[in-house]
């Protein structure tokens, strides 16, 4: 089955500054990658996804990249902001594997004021 | 539109007894997810159900647990004989279809044993 990894798992900035979280999964079948943010005591909420059919998606500070042949994608948040801190995952799904997402376990992301 | 309800929010249970959590998905959503979330750990998959359907089961542990999507009302994650180790956050997300869609999250039901 799918295996996804994703480093570091905890990650401290100064606001302002860029923040990227690294995915890799094993199952070169997955094309379908979502990043989700849970707050501490919330649902997890997708922010952004990306499909395998294109390489790089942005969303105003938030943009995520995709690597099919080193199968890895990366989540970049720039310009960041104390309520950027939560724990972020990444998740990879494919049609073969019947619609499971198989996720990360998650990246702490604190922004210093 | 109201998203993916979950209840109870908070649901304590005594060695031994059952725990029943409830998931009703988004409007318009037939596909379901149930997740387990430990303190300060990742989603780990349990079971996927299509109306009346299980899909996938493979994150399911073998005994005492049971889910199902019946044809009229929420999905049902039944524990049976709870035990300390199933305390957790048990989150539900539905989506529109199968395969790579995106996943709606509910607020989660979280499960204390004593």
């Known amino acids: 089955g799918e295996n996804v990894e994703q480093h570091p798992s905890t990650l401290s900035v100064q606001e302002g500054d860029s923040a990227v979280i690294k995915c890799t999964y094993s199952?070169?079948?997955?094309?379908?990658f979502p990043w989700y943010k849970q707050e501490l005591g919330k649902r997890p909420q997708l922010i952004i996804d990306?499909?395998?059919?294109?390489g790089e998606k942005k969303d105003q500070r938030i943009a995520v990249t995709l690597n099919k042949t080193a199968k890895h994608f990366s989540l970049h948040i720039t310009e960041t902001q104390p309520e950027d801190s939560a724990v972020y995952f990444c998740?990879?799904?494919?049609?073969?594997?019947?619609?499971?997402?198989?996720f990360g376990d998650g990246t702490t992301l604190t922004v210093k004021p | 539109n109201a998203g993916v309800m979950q209840n109870p929010r908070h649901l304590v249970r005594r060695r031994g007894q059952e725990a029943r959590l409830r998931c009703s998905p988004m409007?318009?959503?037939?596909?379901v997810y149930w997740y387990r979330q430990l303190p300060e750990e990742g989603l780990k998959f349990m079971v996927y159900?299509?109306?009346?359907?299980?899909?996938?089961e493979s994150g399911m542990p073998k005994e005492r647990f049971s889910a199902e999507f019946p044809k009229e009302g929420p999905s049902i994650l039944r524990i049976q004989q709870v035990v300390r180790g199933d305390s957790a956050a048990y989150f539900c997300?539905?989506?529109?279809?199968?395969?790579?869609?995106?996943?709606?999250f509910g607020d989660g039901t979280r499960l204390s044993i004593l």
């Open positions: 997300a539905s989506s529109v279809d199968r395969g790579n869609q995106p996943q709606h």
């Open positions: 199952d070169s079948a997955s094309n379908y």
């Open positions: 990306i499909r395998s059919n294109v």
């Open positions: 998740a990879a799904s494919s049609n073969t594997n019947a619609g499971k997402s198989t």
């Open positions: 409007k318009g959503h037939s596909h």
């Open positions: 159900l299509q109306k009346e359907n299980i899909i996938d």
